[in-house]
């Protein structure tokens, strides 16, 4: 099982915009550039939390995604995108890389086991996670029922949540292939129960367990949004389409 690790529930600062001013860059100051809505952006938000004690260390930047200013492009991150991390006078980008980046460079909790067949397996999931999502978004705007196009990817999900006995999640206990599956399973699961009527957990014993797990954990619940919020943004973006 994941470590029942409490804390303060963060004060969430709000997301910056094109009136908003930059902050003080490069001055020593590690931050993490997110927005709360983009999975890819939690993914960095929820292995900043777990690493415990980090809440002032990497302080979260919240981006405006409909409106950005002009500043990040410029003169932090040029592909414009989250997220980002601004550390030791250097940007980086692309979610897989900076959850790897925030366990390996930040004290806390190893989210990585030493076991070289759990690390093996670990980089097979996370090489599968372009094609999970993917596949799973598709399904969600396509027209008509899922069960068929999307059966497949959530069965293969249970398979690997069978995989070692040691805990409930994919490495057993928690691990970095949990936090990149997490923010997109969060979404599918709604979008999916909304859109089309299907239940990802319906005959998934392992991936039920997963979720309820996954949800014990303040690292991962306080990166959650509103599922109305999420549902609206989803169709404002063309995510999602109904029966």
Same mark, same amino acid.
């Given at each position: 099982?994941?470590?029942?690790?409490?804390?303060?529930?963060?004060?969430?600062?709000?997301?910056?915009?094109? *009136?908003?001013?930059?902050?003080?860059?490069?001055? /020593?100051?590690?931050?993490?550039?997110?927005?709360?809505?983009?999975?890819?952006? #939690?993914?960095?938000?929820?292995?900043?939390?777990? %690493? #415990?004690?980090?809440?002032?260390?990497?302080?979260?930047?919240?981006?405006?995604?409909?409106?950005?200013?002009?500043?990040?492009?410029?003169?932090?991150?040029?592909?414009?995108?989250?997220?980002?991390?601004?550390?030791?006078?250097?940007?980086? /980008?692309?979610?897989?890389?900076?959850?790897?980046?925030?366990?390996?460079?930040?004290?806390?909790?190893?989210?990585?086991?030493?076991?070289?067949?759990?690390? #093996?397996?670990? *980089?097979?999931?996370?090489?599968?996670?372009?094609?999970?999502?993917?596949?799973?978004?598709?399904?969600?705007?396509?027209?008509?029922?899922?069960?068929?196009?999307?059966?497949?990817?959530?069965?293969?999900?249970?398979?690997?949540?069978?995989?070692?006995?040691? /805990?409930?999640?994919?490495?057993?206990?928690?691990?970095?292939?949990?936090?990149?599956?997490?923010?997109?399973?969060?979404?599918?699961?709604?979008?999916?129960?909304?859109?089309?009527?299907?239940?990802?957990?319906? /005959?998934?014993?392992?991936?039920?367990?997963?979720?309820?797990?996954?949800? %014990?954990?303040?690292?991962?619940?306080?990166? %959650?949004?509103?599922? #109305?919020?999420?549902?609206?943004?989803?169709?404002?973006?063309?995510?999602?389409?109904?029966?």
């Amino acid at each position: 099982m994941a470590a029942a690790v409490s804390y303060a529930k963060e004060v969430l600062p709000p997301p910056l915009t094109s *009136e908003s001013e930059p902050p003080h860059l490069f001055d /020593g100051t590690t931050r993490l550039y997110i927005s709360y809505t983009c999975p890819y952006a #939690q993914r960095t938000w929820i292995a900043r939390n777990y %690493k #415990q004690g980090l809440q002032e260390k990497i302080k979260l930047v919240p981006i405006d995604l409909l409106n950005r200013p002009a500043w990040y492009k410029e003169k932090v991150y040029s592909t414009n995108k989250v997220p980002s991390l601004e550390h030791n006078n250097e940007v980086k /980008g692309e979610s897989l890389d900076l959850i790897k980046y925030i366990d390996s460079h930040f004290e806390g909790p190893k989210l990585l086991p030493d076991d070289p067949e759990k690390r #093996q397996f670990a *980089e097979e999931l996370l090489s599968y996670t372009d094609t999970f999502n993917k596949e799973v978004f598709t399904a969600s705007r396509s027209e008509g029922e899922v069960d068929d196009k999307v059966a497949p990817e959530w069965d293969k999900i249970e398979d690997a949540l069978s995989k070692f006995d040691d /805990g409930p999640f994919f490495l057993g206990q928690f691990s970095l292939v949990d936090i990149a599956y997490a923010p997109f399973i969060e979404r599918f699961q709604l979008f999916l129960a909304e859109a089309k009527n299907y239940d990802i957990t319906k /005959g998934r014993p392992k991936l039920k367990l997963w979720i309820e797990e996954l949800n %014990k954990i303040d690292a991962y619940t306080q990166t %959650k949004r509103d599922p #109305q919020e999420l549902l609206a943004h989803a169709k404002k973006l063309g995510l999602i389409s109904r029966i």
